[in-house]
């Protein structure tokens, strides 16, 4: 919360290049099956949430955008890829995967659905395992080191310099 009580979002890319905050509620959390949406995303589908207006701040960076249609920029790091944004005449969506709790920002709707892939209702029923169930399998996992920017805002990033 904003010292004037307004709900506080915070969200980045993967590697801490793009840095967002947005003061003021979400609204229309969704995810679009669509198929530009599934290429911009390199996803089954697209989660989205629209920032209030005026409401959204860079603060570190900025997206570099393609114009995916006449109408839209996709926004996304261009240092490390993460979709960012969706950016239309009514206002600029970010992907709820890239906030530092996407928990926070529960989707009600479903758009886009002629381009829902077949398997996509099918996905939450498939068998699970947590990662480092697959150590056994993936011996790596035992001495990875994570890159990944920490899901709050730094100071300085890189933390220390990284090979
Ligand atoms: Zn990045
Ligand atoms: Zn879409």
């Given amino acids: 919360m904003s010292l004037d009580n307004k709900p506080v979002y915070t969200g980045g890319c993967q590697c801490g290049a793009v840095r967002f905050r947005v003061e003021g509620a979400l609204s ?15 996803n089954f589908y ?12 860079w603060t570190r960076g900025e997206p570099k955008r393609f114009r995916s249609s006449n109408h839209v920029l996709r926004g996304f790091c261009a240092e490390c890829g993460t979709p960012l944004t969706f950016e239309a005449p009514d ?3 970010l ?3 890239a906030f530092d709790h996407p ?23 498939l068998p699970g395992r947590e990662t480092m169930a697959d150590v ?12 990944q920017h920490p899901d709050h805002d730094t100071e300085t990033w890189p933390a220390e310099e990284t090979p």
């Fill in 46 to 57: 697209a989660p989205l949430a629209t920032a209030p207006e005026g409401g959204l701040t």
């Fill in 136 to 147: 056994g399998d993936a011996s790596y996992l035992r001495t990875l080191v994570d890159y």
């Fill in 28 to 42: 229309n959390a969704s995810v679009c099956h669509c198929r530009m949406c599934q290429k911009a995303f390199g």
């Fill in 91 to 93: 206002g600029v969506a």
């Fill in 95 to 97: 992907a709820i995967g």
């Fill in 103 to 125: 928990e926070e920002v529960m989707p009600t709707k479903q758009w886009g659905t002629e381009g829902k892939l077949p398997y996509a209702d099918d996905v939450p029923s």
